[in-house]
């Protein structure tokens, strides 16, 4: 990889500065579910980075679950295994890494621990393959089942779907689906 000044990679400068525009295109749709003080669970929170943009622009309570570990923030992370309720649940970009035909049990699964359930997903476009490609390259060896705007709505027909308009400068779209709560 690239390497510049201080053992940084390129190629982590650029996820850096790019999440800080993701998380101001997608935390409007969450602030408005969730409260100061709410019990919220992110699930697949990888590093955990979105999920500390949550909690620090709505002072929730967060709670982070993954299939490991790499959380870089102190969050407390919770076993899958052993759940508990919460306010909010939160998948973001978490069901494109699962096979098609597992997406709905997963969010049927989850549904189970919140009161409000908040689902973000990529839509389909080449650089949300790149990314993914970049992700497989360092080791996330998970499907890619991306959906269109209409294959996400009609898998998720009982949620409340939004499309998510980017600044021309963040090359990625998403859409939010929401149950449980409204914006």
């Keep these: 990889m690239l390497r510049v000044r201080r053992g ?3 190629l982590s400068m650029v996820f850096d500065f790019t999440i800080k525009i993701r998380a101001r295109v997608l935390l409007p749709y969450i602030d408005c579910l969730v409260r100061r003080g709410d ?3 992110d699930v697949g929170c990888g590093s955990g980075v979105m999920s500390e943009f949550v909690r620090r622009g709505t002072g929730c309570v967060m ?9 870089k923030f102190g969050l407390p ?5 052993k759940q508990d309720k919460y306010d909010v649940v939160l998948l973001i970009d ?10 709905l049990s997963v969010v049927r699964y989850w ?25 497989w390259l360092g080791g996330m060896f998970v499907p890619y089942a991306f959906r269109s705007f209409r294959g996400w709505s009609d898998l998720l027909s009982d949620y409340r779907v939004i499309r998510v308009g980017s600044p ?7 859409v939010v689906m929401v149950k449980g709560g409204d914006c």
């Design 8 to 10: 940084r990679c390129v």
């Design 39 to 41: 019990r919220v669970l």
């Design 63 to 71: 709670f982070v679950t993954d299939l490991k570990n790499d959380v």
């Design 77 to 81: 992370f919770v076993s899958m295994i």
């Design 94 to 103: 978490v069901l494109h890494h699962v096979e098609k035909a597992e997406q």
């Design 111 to 135: 549904e189970g621990f919140g009161n409000k359930v908040v689902v973000i997903e990529t839509l389909p476009n080449w650089v949300a393959y790149f990314v993914d490609f970049l992700n």
């Design 168 to 174: 021309l400068y963040y090359p990625l779209n998403h």
